[in-house]
């Protein structure tokens, strides 16, 4: 059974950071393609980055570009979301996620097969 584990929320004020990671288990990630994706209450799914299963790619929400960085770990099932200079409006729970890789990344919620539960990251102003 294929399972991802978010880790790292919390609450921080603006201008301050936080590392997410996302551990797998039962199956070997490192050939996967990884995404990061929030929900804040009251608002749709949205994506945050993406990561091929290589790590040479790399795709990013325009308003988190510059402050985030996704990254996959030394231990191949981990993948790193770090969050720099947070804003109030990144408030929301994170989610990690996985698929099969293709050409190229995707943003797209609905193309990844696998998701963890999430881990929430408030932003107090």
């Known amino acids: 059974q294929v399972q991802l584990v978010e880790s790292g929320g919390g609450l921080v004020q603006a201008g301050g950071s936080l590392r997410l990671s996302c551990a797998a288990s039962g199956r070997t990630f490192s050939g996967y393609d990884m995404g990061w994706f929030r929900q804040a209450p009251g608002k749709e799914l949205e994506f945050v980055a993406a990561i091929s299963w290589s790590g040479a790619s790399t795709r990013y929400l325009d308003s988190v570009e510059g402050r985030f960085t996704i990254s996959r770990g030394n231990v191949l099932n981990t993948v790193y979301l770090q969050m720099n200079n947070l804003k109030p409006d990144d408030t929301a729970v994170y989610s990690c996620?996985?698929?099969?890789?293709?050409?190229?990344?995707?943003?797209?919620?609905?193309?990844?097969?696998?998701w963890g539960q999430g881990t929430q990251v408030t932003v107090s102003s």
């Open positions: 996620a996985g698929r099969r890789p293709r050409a190229l990344i995707t943003i797209a919620a609905s193309q990844y097969d696998y």
